[in-house]
């Protein structure tokens, strides 16, 4: 298991600072009612960041670790974050990747199922398993 923490205060408005490992990120939305312009993206555009980049991450790492050189792959993720109709967030996601470059269809099938296997931001986010607890703590 990865242990990782975060540490996360508001800069003002909606906006806030957050601290994982080391690295600092920045998250906004804006206002309702408000001419208010976002500094950032949204949490919900942090999730997608981090589904893309583990996918991209992968693709790139097999390429790298086959010394598949003169081949490149970019990313394109479109997403429908909604609800369902017993009201329940969802999540609708198309990623597109995108490899230029000259593979055997043997490479194009590894790859495949190396990314499709191998991302734990998609497996977090399709498991039924998470738990997340919220402790509060009023001074």
């Known amino acids: 298991m990865t242990k990782m923490h975060v540490q996360a205060e508001v800069l003002e408005n909606l906006h806030l600072k957050l601290s994982v490992d080391g690295h600092d990120y920045e998250l906004d939305h804006d206002l309702p009612d408000s001419d208010y312009q976002p500094q950032a993206t949204s949490p919900a555009g942090a999730l997608l960041i981090g589904l893309a980049g583990c996918k991209l991450m992968l693709a790139q790492s097999y390429l790298r670790s086959r010394k598949l050189e003169g081949v490149t792959v970019s990313l ?3 997403a429908n974050l909604g609800r369902d109709d017993q ?15 000259d593979l055997t269809d043997k490479q194009r099938k590894n790859l495949q199922r190396y990314v499709d296997s191998q991302c734990a931001v998609e497996q977090i986010i399709l498991s039924d398993s998470n738990r997340i607890q919220t402790h509060y703590q009023f001074n």
């Open 87 to 101: 009201k329940h967030r969802n999540l609708q996601a198309d990623v597109k990747l995108n490899i230029d470059g």
């Open 76 to 78: 394109d993720l479109e």
